[in-house]
T-cell receptor, first 113, second 111 residues
Framework: SAVISQKPSRDICQRGTSLTIQCQVD?????MFWYRQQPGQSLTLIATANQGSEATYESGFVIDKFPISRPNLTFSTLTVSNMSPEDSSIYLCSVYDFSYEQYFGPGTRLTVT | GQQLNQSPQSMFIQEGEDVSMNCTSS?????WLWYKQDPGEGPVLLIALYKAGELTSNGRLTAQFGITRKDSFLNISASIPSDVGIYFCAGHGQAGTALIFGKGTTLSVSS
Protein backbone atom coordinates (compact mmCIF):
# COMPACT_ATOMS: atom_id res chain seq x y z
CA SER A 1 0.00 0.00 0.00
CA ALA A 2 1.06 3.59 -0.60
CA VAL A 3 2.63 5.50 2.27
CA ILE A 4 1.17 8.98 2.60
CA SER A 5 2.52 11.86 4.66
CA GLN A 6 0.90 15.20 5.38
CA LYS A 7 2.26 18.51 6.61
CA PRO A 8 1.51 20.09 8.97
CA SER A 9 0.06 17.46 11.28
CA ARG A 10 -1.85 20.16 13.13
CA ASP A 11 -2.14 23.93 13.26
CA ILE A 12 -4.00 26.65 15.06
CA CYS A 13 -4.84 29.57 12.79
CA GLN A 14 -6.53 32.90 13.13
CA ARG A 15 -9.77 33.77 11.42
CA GLY A 16 -9.25 35.30 7.97
CA THR A 17 -5.89 33.68 7.28
CA SER A 18 -5.06 30.81 4.91
CA LEU A 19 -3.29 27.50 5.45
CA THR A 20 -1.73 25.24 2.83
CA ILE A 21 -1.62 21.52 3.58
CA GLN A 22 0.85 19.30 1.75
CA CYS A 23 0.37 15.65 0.82
CA GLN A 24 3.30 13.50 -0.29
CA VAL A 25 2.99 9.88 -1.52
CA ASP A 26 5.89 7.45 -1.72
CA UNK A 27 4.84 6.19 -5.17
CA UNK A 28 3.15 7.55 -8.26
CA UNK A 29 -0.62 7.36 -8.02
CA UNK A 30 -3.31 8.19 -10.52
CA UNK A 31 -6.01 9.41 -8.17
CA MET A 32 -5.61 11.76 -5.21
CA PHE A 33 -8.46 13.09 -3.12
CA TRP A 34 -8.97 15.55 -0.32
CA TYR A 35 -11.50 14.88 2.43
CA ARG A 36 -12.73 16.90 5.38
CA GLN A 37 -13.76 15.37 8.69
CA GLN A 38 -15.55 17.78 10.97
CA PRO A 39 -15.49 17.06 14.72
CA GLY A 40 -17.35 13.85 15.51
CA GLN A 41 -18.40 13.40 11.91
CA SER A 42 -17.66 11.13 8.99
CA LEU A 43 -15.46 11.93 6.01
CA THR A 44 -16.73 14.24 3.28
CA LEU A 45 -15.04 14.46 -0.10
CA ILE A 46 -13.87 17.97 -0.95
CA ALA A 47 -12.35 17.36 -4.37
CA THR A 48 -10.40 15.09 -6.65
CA ALA A 49 -6.93 16.46 -7.36
CA ASN A 50 -6.17 15.97 -11.05
CA GLN A 51 -2.57 15.97 -12.24
CA GLY A 52 -2.00 18.72 -14.77
CA SER A 53 -5.51 20.09 -14.69
CA GLU A 54 -7.97 21.81 -12.37
CA ALA A 55 -9.36 19.85 -9.45
CA THR A 56 -12.90 18.50 -9.56
CA TYR A 57 -14.92 19.82 -6.63
CA GLU A 58 -17.88 18.23 -4.92
CA SER A 59 -21.11 20.07 -4.31
CA GLY A 60 -20.68 22.62 -1.56
CA PHE A 61 -16.95 23.13 -2.11
CA VAL A 62 -15.47 25.80 -4.39
CA ILE A 63 -12.04 26.51 -5.78
CA ASP A 64 -11.82 30.00 -4.29
CA LYS A 65 -12.19 28.57 -0.79
CA PHE A 66 -10.21 25.35 -1.29
CA PRO A 67 -7.66 25.81 -4.08
CA ILE A 68 -5.83 22.57 -4.89
CA SER A 69 -2.61 21.95 -6.75
CA ARG A 70 -1.24 18.69 -8.11
CA PRO A 71 2.00 19.34 -9.94
CA ASN A 72 2.98 15.66 -10.29
CA LEU A 73 1.87 12.11 -9.53
CA THR A 74 3.21 12.06 -5.95
CA PHE A 75 2.32 15.45 -4.50
CA SER A 76 -0.69 17.68 -3.89
CA THR A 77 -1.61 20.69 -1.79
CA LEU A 78 -4.90 21.90 -0.39
CA THR A 79 -5.28 25.49 0.77
CA VAL A 80 -8.01 26.50 3.17
CA SER A 81 -8.58 30.17 2.42
CA ASN A 82 -10.02 33.01 4.48
CA MET A 83 -10.61 30.65 7.36
CA SER A 84 -13.45 30.83 9.85
CA PRO A 85 -14.07 28.69 12.97
CA GLU A 86 -16.40 26.51 10.88
CA ASP A 87 -13.33 25.33 8.95
CA SER A 88 -11.96 23.65 12.07
CA SER A 89 -11.67 20.02 10.95
CA ILE A 90 -9.31 17.24 10.09
CA TYR A 91 -8.23 17.41 6.45
CA LEU A 92 -7.22 14.10 4.92
CA CYS A 93 -5.35 13.28 1.75
CA SER A 94 -6.22 9.96 0.10
CA VAL A 95 -4.98 7.97 -2.88
CA TYR A 96 -5.64 4.89 -4.94
CA ASP A 97 -3.99 3.51 -8.04
CA PHE A 98 -5.74 1.15 -10.46
CA SER A 99 -7.58 -0.59 -7.65
CA TYR A 100 -10.48 0.14 -5.38
CA GLU A 101 -8.34 0.11 -2.27
CA GLN A 102 -8.08 3.68 -1.10
CA TYR A 103 -5.50 4.74 1.48
CA PHE A 104 -5.38 7.77 3.74
CA GLY A 105 -2.74 10.03 5.16
CA PRO A 106 -2.58 10.74 8.89
CA GLY A 107 -4.57 13.95 8.51
CA THR A 108 -4.04 17.61 9.36
CA ARG A 109 -5.93 18.80 12.40
CA LEU A 110 -6.89 22.44 11.89
CA THR A 111 -8.28 24.71 14.59
CA VAL A 112 -9.42 28.19 13.64
CA THR A 113 -9.78 30.76 16.39
CA GLY B 1 -26.41 11.46 -4.38
CA GLN B 2 -25.49 8.07 -3.02
CA GLN B 3 -25.73 7.64 0.73
CA LEU B 4 -24.62 4.99 3.18
CA ASN B 5 -26.55 4.16 6.34
CA GLN B 6 -24.30 2.62 8.96
CA SER B 7 -25.52 1.08 12.20
CA PRO B 8 -25.28 1.00 15.07
CA GLN B 9 -23.95 4.47 15.74
CA SER B 10 -22.14 3.26 18.86
CA MET B 11 -21.55 0.08 20.82
CA PHE B 12 -20.39 -0.60 24.36
CA ILE B 13 -19.26 -4.17 24.89
CA GLN B 14 -17.23 -6.34 27.23
CA GLU B 15 -13.87 -7.72 26.23
CA GLY B 16 -14.29 -11.12 24.59
CA GLU B 17 -17.70 -10.39 23.08
CA ASP B 18 -18.40 -10.51 19.36
CA VAL B 19 -19.43 -7.37 17.49
CA SER B 20 -21.45 -6.85 14.35
CA MET B 21 -22.08 -3.68 12.38
CA ASN B 22 -23.57 -3.08 8.96
CA CYS B 23 -24.06 -0.63 6.15
CA THR B 24 -26.79 -0.24 3.59
CA SER B 25 -26.88 1.98 0.54
CA SER B 26 -29.63 3.51 -1.51
CA UNK B 27 -28.02 2.25 -4.70
CA UNK B 28 -25.69 -0.45 -5.95
CA UNK B 29 -22.02 -0.31 -4.98
CA UNK B 30 -19.21 -2.02 -6.88
CA UNK B 31 -16.89 -2.30 -3.89
CA TRP B 32 -17.21 -2.14 -0.13
CA LEU B 33 -14.38 -1.28 2.22
CA TRP B 34 -14.17 -1.17 5.97
CA TYR B 35 -11.86 1.21 7.81
CA LYS B 36 -10.90 1.81 11.41
CA GLN B 37 -9.92 5.23 12.71
CA ASP B 38 -8.07 5.76 15.97
CA PRO B 39 -8.09 9.20 17.65
CA GLY B 40 -5.78 11.63 15.90
CA GLU B 41 -5.10 9.26 13.00
CA GLY B 42 -6.31 8.78 9.46
CA PRO B 43 -8.58 5.81 8.61
CA VAL B 44 -6.78 2.51 8.15
CA LEU B 45 -8.10 -0.02 5.65
CA LEU B 46 -9.22 -3.28 7.30
CA ILE B 47 -10.97 -5.25 4.56
CA ALA B 48 -11.85 -4.66 0.91
CA LEU B 49 -14.67 -6.52 -0.86
CA TYR B 50 -15.04 -6.66 -4.62
CA LYS B 51 -17.77 -9.15 -5.52
CA ALA B 52 -21.36 -9.63 -4.47
CA GLY B 53 -21.57 -12.44 -1.93
CA GLU B 54 -17.85 -12.27 -1.13
CA LEU B 55 -16.92 -13.16 2.44
CA THR B 56 -13.44 -12.08 3.53
CA SER B 57 -11.58 -12.44 6.80
CA ASN B 58 -8.64 -10.57 8.28
CA GLY B 59 -7.72 -12.14 11.60
CA ARG B 60 -10.66 -11.70 13.95
CA LEU B 61 -12.49 -9.53 11.42
CA THR B 62 -14.92 -10.88 8.85
CA ALA B 63 -16.80 -8.82 6.29
CA GLN B 64 -19.30 -9.68 3.57
CA PHE B 65 -20.44 -7.97 0.40
CA GLY B 66 -24.21 -8.38 0.23
CA ILE B 67 -25.80 -10.27 -2.64
CA THR B 68 -27.92 -7.26 -3.60
CA ARG B 69 -24.72 -5.11 -3.71
CA LYS B 70 -26.50 -2.63 -1.48
CA ASP B 71 -25.22 -3.78 1.87
CA SER B 72 -22.22 -5.08 3.80
CA PHE B 73 -21.49 -6.17 7.34
CA LEU B 74 -18.39 -6.36 9.51
CA ASN B 75 -18.01 -8.80 12.39
CA ILE B 76 -15.31 -8.68 15.04
CA SER B 77 -14.90 -11.81 17.11
CA ALA B 78 -13.55 -12.01 20.66
CA SER B 79 -13.07 -8.26 21.02
CA ILE B 80 -10.04 -6.86 22.83
CA PRO B 81 -9.35 -3.37 24.22
CA SER B 82 -7.32 -2.30 21.17
CA ASP B 83 -10.43 -2.78 19.00
CA VAL B 84 -11.67 0.52 20.42
CA GLY B 85 -12.13 3.15 17.72
CA ILE B 86 -14.46 4.31 15.01
CA TYR B 87 -15.30 1.90 12.21
CA PHE B 88 -16.38 3.26 8.85
CA CYS B 89 -17.90 1.48 5.91
CA ALA B 90 -17.21 2.98 2.51
CA GLY B 91 -18.00 2.15 -1.07
CA HIS B 92 -17.41 2.97 -4.69
CA GLY B 93 -20.46 3.44 -6.84
CA GLN B 94 -18.53 3.80 -10.07
CA ALA B 95 -15.01 2.97 -11.20
CA GLY B 96 -12.54 5.80 -10.79
CA THR B 97 -14.59 7.68 -8.25
CA ALA B 98 -13.76 8.52 -4.66
CA LEU B 99 -15.18 6.60 -1.75
CA ILE B 100 -18.46 7.49 -0.10
CA PHE B 101 -18.41 6.95 3.67
CA GLY B 102 -20.92 5.85 6.25
CA LYS B 103 -21.29 7.89 9.44
CA GLY B 104 -19.24 5.44 11.48
CA THR B 105 -19.73 3.09 14.43
CA THR B 106 -17.92 4.01 17.63
CA LEU B 107 -16.82 0.90 19.50
CA SER B 108 -15.98 0.92 23.19
CA VAL B 109 -14.60 -2.20 24.86
CA SER B 110 -14.42 -2.59 28.61
CA SER B 111 -12.03 -5.08 30.16
Amino acid sequence: SAVISQKPSRDICQRGTSLTIQCQVDSQVTMMFWYRQQPGQSLTLIATANQGSEATYESGFVIDKFPISRPNLTFSTLTVSNMSPEDSSIYLCSVYDFSYEQYFGPGTRLTVT
Amino acid sequence: GQQLNQSPQSMFIQEGEDVSMNCTSSSIFNTWLWYKQDPGEGPVLLIALYKAGELTSNGRLTAQFGITRKDSFLNISASIPSDVGIYFCAGHGQAGTALIFGKGTTLSVSS
